[in-house]
């Protein structure tokens, strides 16, 4: 049964401040990894994709693969209480999704 | 674009009744996933189709679950009969790639109640 664990949290983060969001997976097969952001009832948006070991940047949100370590990062630099939302891991093309982390950034 | 669209956006319904939801993904797009999503579970895989052809519906729950994909622009799903344990959001997501990578671009989802 492939696997990926996520803290459901919440993470509580003072406005400004680094947030880090962390994901572990089973399958050492593994290629392409995703986070996904899902506020309260709604559909969940993709935010980073990445698929080789390093970090990747896209403005305040910094991915990190570890594939030896097997386990896959995001952190959200400048907190803004907008990115306040549920914030889910995905493996594989099919997507096999961790039950997702609940982000609150408080002013 | 106007996106993944779902029908309907709300379902209440009896137990033992039919359920029929409907998914139009992206206009383009070769692959077509459902999902359920329920606070116990989290976001479940149900059934992925690529080029309408079903390839994974080992996360279909039991035989009351069925889905179609009769072209590509259309799919369904169905629960007949209904429990209410079926409760949840159900998602429909399109992706571009044909192998089932890729970024996927998820519908608004139809919540079910089953009574």
């Known amino acids: 049964q492939k696997e990926v664990e996520q803290n459901s949290g919440p993470l509580s983060v003072p406005e400004g401040a680094i947030a880090s969001l962390n994901c572990t997976y089973s399958?050492?097969?593994?290629?392409?990894f995703f986070w996904y952001r899902q506020y309260s009832g709604k559909s969940p948006e993709l935010i980073m994709s990445?698929?080789?070991?390093g970090d990747k940047e896209d403005g305040r949100f910094t991915a990190q693969l570890n594939k030896a370590s097997q386990y896959v990062s995001l952190l959200i630099r400048d907190s803004q209480p907008s990115d306040s939302a549920t914030y889910l891991c995905?493996?594989?093309?099919?997507?096999?999704f961790g039950t997702g982390t609940r982000l609150q950034v408080f002013p | 674009d106007a996106g993944v669209i779902q029908s309907p956006r709300h379902e209440v319904t009896e137990m033992g009744q039919e359920v029929t939801l409907r998914c139009k993904p992206i206009s383009g797009h070769n692959s077509l996933f459902w999902y359920r999503q329920t606070m116990m579970r989290g976001l479940e895989l149900l059934i992925y189709f690529n080029n309408n052809v079903p390839i994974d519906d080992s996360g279909m729950p039991e035989d009351r679950f069925s889905a179609k994909m009769p072209n590509a622009s259309f799919s369904t799903l169905k629960i007949q009969p209904s429990e209410p344990r079926d409760s949840a959001v159900y998602f429909c997501?399109?992706?571009?790639?044909?192998?089932?990578?890729?970024?996927?671009?998820f519908g608004p989802g139809t919540r079910l109640l089953v009574l």
């Open positions: 995905a493996v594989n093309g099919e997507l096999i």
């Open positions: 990445i698929y080789s070991n």
């Open positions: 399958d050492r097969g593994s290629q392409s």
């Open positions: 997501a399109s992706s571009f790639r044909a192998d089932g990578g890729g970024t996927q671009y």
